[in-house]
């Protein structure tokens, strides 16, 4: 069974910043891409970044320049550093993972797996 785990949600005024985790589990052959999306209250799911296993990075224009996505690849973990919040960063954040998984019948499948979700809002 594969799990995605986040954390790092929660409460953080205008300008702060805050910082999400995710980590990977289960029976993970290789991760390919690992990203972050979020879904604004009424808004449909949107990307805001991705790192793939060669370095390669895509952001949202709205959080470049303050958003950062890095991985820990011994611990299957991919970061999130927010800087800089704004209001309207407030979101339902979910992790992302492109994963090749051993299922344990001697096949590889390769699947797309998302975390429950880490709840930002960003108010005064």
């Not at 986040?6 to 993970?28: F, K, T």
């Not at 820990?72 to 800087?83: E, F, G, I, P, R």
């Not at 994963?99 to 809002?121: D, E, P």
């Amino acid at each position: 069974q594969v799990q995605l785990v986040e954390s790092g949600g929660g409460l953080v005024q205008p300008g702060g910043s805050l910082r999400l985790s995710c980590a990977a589990s289960g029976s993970i052959v290789s991760i390919n891409t690992m990203g972050w999306y979020r879904q604004p209250p009424g808004k449909e799911r949107e990307l805001v970044a991705s790192l793939t296993s060669g370095g390669n990075t895509a952001y949202a224009d709205s959080v470049k320049g303050r958003f950062s996505i890095s991985r820990d690849n011994a611990k299957n973990t991919v970061l999130l550093q927010m800087n800089s919040l704004r209001p309207e960063d407030t979101a339902v954040y979910y992790c992302n993972a492109d994963l090749l998984i051993n299922t344990g019948t001697g096949r590889f499948i390769a699947s797309v797996y998302w975390g429950q979700g880490t709840q930002v809002t960003v108010s005064s």
